[in-house]
């Protein structure tokens, strides 16, 4: 359903978009708005709650429009925005336009990406057959646990499986298009606990002493050296995040002592390996490790997809786009389990900070661009 008379412009989208605080995990409103974009499209909404406590209640929305039997493009994408902190300029909630760029919290990352791609639809004609889908949660900056995946499930109760995704994450660095993610390495963290017994420093004897048995797991770990990275992949890291024994007196053997690791890796690696292999490490000192495997690392070659949104991404704006793996996670690491994916967006220089914004003329590029894309998709 072609509605370019009456669909409202990009930056009217992303306006309404921003005015709704939805700091993770979204709710209500947000949802609403985009509803109301997108069945005057001829898209049918499927708004729904998944979840309960801790990393729950989360809103999601799937939308999808059939046009006749063709392929099956999805977008993906997130309404939650990380809290907005204090400093700003003008109201993080308020939209606010100031030379030539549009203010708010989730301009970037990624209400903006969602306008654009909303806005490009208006333009897809009736006449290319195929699905348009829209993957849209309220929890991508938090847990994650009760959002994209829980989206997944959703699409398969439905019948639908994408043939090709795009992720609007802000992947640009310097101009729009300049970097499209075809992967992102995994992330697990752990938590090393040790347990000794307490006692009196002047008699050791009676204690046993955890630290000195943490400190050697420790060193242990910061010794590793997990690859030195693939044709795609920077090299796999562990870093000491965390480190506490939380003993107040001077002359008192501590009875426990906890540190926790953050693993990034590539794809010589899975979280479970990573598990093994430094639980084997704690275990010989007497340490118990507890881990949350946040994502597995994913790649889809350089191949079709690719060159499609670079294509696109060329002819708009005249920039060569590079493809990467660099970064940290994206929800793009589930939907790679359903059909290839990458991840291409707007310029990522303000995301996550004070006076996040987003310049106009970005939006309308990359509104073109995504037009261009779907209707490739699409056979057009």
Not at 2 to 31: K, Q, Y
Not at 130 to 157: F, K, N
Not at 267 to 287: F, M, W, Y
Request: proline share 7%; glycine share 12%; net charge negative.
């Amino acid at each position: 359903m072609n509605m370019t008379s009456t669909n409202p412009g990009i930056v009217d989208i992303a306006s309404r978009l921003i005015a709704c605080p939805s700091v993770t995990p979204a709710r209500g409103e947000v949802f609403a708005v985009l509803e109301t974009l997108l069945v005057p499209l001829g898209f049918t909404v499927d708004r729904f709650v998944a979840g309960q406590e801790p990393d729950g209640p989360v809103e999601n929305l799937l939308a999808w429009r059939t046009t006749g039997a063709g392929p099956h493009f999805a977008f993906a994408g997130h309404l939650d925005v990380v809290p907005p902190g204090n400093g700003w300029t003008s109201d993080p909630f308020t939209p606010d336009i100031r030379g030539g760029l549009l203010h708010g919290r989730g301009a970037v990352d990624m209400k903006g990406a969602i306008a654009a791609f909303v806005a490009a639809l208006a333009g897809i004609p009736d006449e290319l057959p195929g699905t348009i889908s829209l993957i849209i949660t309220g929890d991508e900056e938090g847990p994650a646990v009760h959002g994209t995946l829980a989206l997944m499930e959703r699409m398969a109760a439905h019948g639908l499986r994408p043939d090709l995704c795009l992720v609007g994450e802000p992947t640009s660095s310097q101009r729009v298009g300049d970097v499209i993610k075809i992967g992102r390495r995994g992330s697990v963290n752990m938590w090393i606990k040790v347990e000794g017994v307490q006692g009196h420093v002047a008699y050791p004897h009676l204690a046993d002493n955890p630290v000195p048995r943490l400190v050697r797991i420790l060193s242990a770990i910061d010794g590793i050296v997990l690859d030195e990275g693939t044709d795609w992949f920077q090299p796999s890291n562990i870093e000491i995040t965390d480190l506490e024994v939380g003993n107040p007196a001077t002359n008192v053997i501590p009875a426990a002592a906890h540190a926790r690791i953050s693993i990034r890796f590539n794809d010589r690696h899975s979280g479970a390996s990573l598990v093994e292999r430094i639980t084997a490490i704690a275990s010989a000192e007497g340490g118990v490790v507890t881990a949350k495997i946040s994502g597995e690392p994913f790649l889809t070659q350089p191949g079709s997809l690719s060159a499609l949104v670079a294509g696109a991404i060329r002819e708009v704006t005249g920039v060569e786009a590079e493809l990467s793996t660099t970064g940290g996670t994206s929800d793009a690491r589930f939907l790679s389990r359903l059909c290839p994916v990458v991840e291409f967006g707007l310029n990522n220089g303000t995301m996550h900070k004070l006076d996040e914004a987003v310049a106009i003329d970005d939006l309308k590029d990359l509104e073109r661009i995504y037009a261009l894309i779907v209707r490739r998709a699409l056979g057009g």
